[in-house]
């Protein structure tokens, strides 16, 4: 029997990590021998941005809560170091899988690694290059004490190859994220908002902001907004706002009427206003990658990007943090003229194993080398980008006894 921490902060989090409890569960009930705790760091801890979640992705309760709450970066990543380290000096875990590059995913690979606990990070390899960013330093720290990579696309592999990991580490499984949102489709309902906000299919924007760049300096998130309402020709604008976002709005003095700014919805809702949206204008990284999957044109206001795919034959285009960039490009959306996704739609991409299911066969066959995905991972299966023979066998050290 081994065990796996499973590591779950923030709300991107939770639609990754899903799928992963899933496919354990499921092996379990084959009588594979993997066993794991869930340990939610509490970074995120509004029922907003965490409970609800749980909830409507089926994610069982954590078995331990480390309750860290709000801080600065470092406060935050202190006190998940310390937290999950007491965890493990109690009882230690096989392994300490982390998934993409919040706070949490760095704190815990750090307090894990430094006990001898190896790390598997969901999500490794991806770079925007920008260094102002928080999440680049955690991506980059955590891939550098990484012992097994799950990725989500080949310039991720490109990247770690690059940084000197070998193949061997390296186990190219597509997207968790998309996992979760293929399986909750059928399940996405309309929020609230729809009928007050007297909401139609194709005739209204939805926008989410939460990055420092574009939210903590009040000139730039003034002009953006204004460039918001202006671009959008008098459409509604849906804006679940984020309680980074919200605290500053709030000193705000916004005249944009037809921006309506709602609570953080629940991941159900969300996805439905997004699916049914004429656009999209974020500065999220996860959304691009749901836009491109659900073929929703997607604005960002960003300078770069980790998930380069989602421009190359994604909805996404790059608007910057320049707020004067936007009504240009909106006008081109206004006028039919925004790319199509180059790649399954959703429905009917062929995604049905990701890493999760990969990886608890891989367990299940325990000292087996585990065999190459059957099919092919929506994002991952672009195009000219993923080749079956790209999908390398991977040895799982930690699999075996
Ligand atoms: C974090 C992640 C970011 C992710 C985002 C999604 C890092 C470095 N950043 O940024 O990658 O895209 O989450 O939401 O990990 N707050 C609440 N309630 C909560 C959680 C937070 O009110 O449940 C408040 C905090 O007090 C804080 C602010 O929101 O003032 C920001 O939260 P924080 O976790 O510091 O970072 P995010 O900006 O959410």
């Known amino acids: 029997?081994?065990?796996?921490?499973?590591?779950?902060?923030?709300?991107?989090?939770?639609?990754?990590?899903?799928?992963?409890?899933?496919?354990?569960?499921?092996?379990?009930?084959?009588?594979?021998?993997?066993?794991?705790?869930?340990?939610?760091?509490?970074?995120?801890?509004?029922?907003?941005?965490?409970?609800?979640?749980?909830?409507?992705?089926?994610?069982?309760?954590?078995?331990?809560?480390?309750?860290?709450?709000?801080?600065?970066?470092?406060?935050?990543?202190?006190?998940?170091?310390?937290?999950?380290?007491?965890?493990?000096?109690?009882?230690k875990s096989d392994l300490c899988l982390v998934v993409g590059d919040v706070t949490s995913t760095m704190a815990c690979s750090i307090a894990a690694r430094k006990l001898g606990v190896p790390v598997a990070h969901v999500e490794g390899g991806i770079r925007s290059g920008d260094w102002t960013m928080p999440?680049?330093?955690?991506?980059?720290?955590?891939?550098?004490?990484?012992?097994?990579?799950?990725?989500?696309s080949e310039t991720a592999n490109d990247s770690l190859r690059r940084a000197g990991v070998t193949d061997d580490r390296i186990c190219f499984v597509g997207n968790t994220m998309i996992d979760t949102l293929l399986k909750q489709l059928p399940r996405l309902r309309q929020p609230t908002c729809w009928e007050s906000l007297a909401l139609e299919t194709g005739k209204y924007f939805v926008v989410t902001l939460h990055r420092p760049a574009n939210v903590d300096g009040e000139h730039q998130l003034l002009q953006l907004l204004d460039a918001i309402a202006e671009g959008t020709c008098g459409l509604p604008v849906v804006f679940p706002v984020h309680?980074?976002?919200?605290?500053?709005?709030?000193d705000l003095d916004s005249k944009t009427p037809q921006l309506n700014y709602i609570d953080p919805l629940g991941y159900l809702e969300f996805n439905y206003l997004v699916r049914h949206a004429k656009g999209v204008i974020t500065d999220s990284g996860g959304i691009t990658e749901e836009t491109t999957v659900l073929g929703v044109p997607c604005l960002t206001l960003r300078d770069n990007t980790e998930r380069p795919e989602t421009i190359t034959i994604g909805t996404n285009?790059?608007?910057?943090?320049?707020?004067?960039?936007?009504?240009?490009?909106?006008?081109?959306?206004?006028?039919?003229?925004?790319?199509?996704?180059?790649?399954?739609?959703?429905?009917?991409?062929?995604?049905?194993?990701?890493?999760?299911?990969?990886?608890?066969?891989?367990?299940k066959d325990n000292e087996q080398e585990p065999s190459t995905p059957k099919t092919e991972s929506a994002i991952g299966n672009m195009p000219g980008r993923m080749k079956r023979e790209n999908l390398r066998p991977c040895h799982y050290d930690f699999c075996e006894s």
């Open 243 to 250: 309680p980074r976002t919200a605290k500053n709005l709030r």
């Open 1 to 91: 029997m081994k065990r796996i921490d499973l590591i779950a902060g923030a709300r991107p989090n939770f639609m990754k990590i899903a799928p992963i409890i899933d496919a354990l569960k499921a092996a379990e009930k084959r009588g594979g021998a993997l066993r794991y705790r869930l340990i939610h760091t509490g970074q995120h801890y509004d029922r907003a941005m965490s409970g609800s979640f749980f909830e409507e992705l089926g994610i069982p309760d954590p078995d331990i809560n480390l309750e860290v709450g709000s801080g600065t970066q470092a406060e935050q990543t202190a006190a998940i170091m310390v937290a999950y380290e007491k965890v493990l000096l109690k009882e």
């Open 135 to 152: 999440e680049e330093i955690n991506r980059v720290v955590t891939d550098s004490i990484t012992n097994w990579f799950f990725t989500t």
């Open 317 to 363: 285009k790059l608007i910057g943090t320049d707020p004067s960039k936007l009504p240009p490009a909106l006008v081109r959306l206004m006028a039919g003229q925004w790319k199509k996704a180059r790649f399954p739609p959703s429905g009917t991409a062929r995604r049905q194993r990701g890493s999760s299911s990969i990886w608890s066969e891989s367990w």
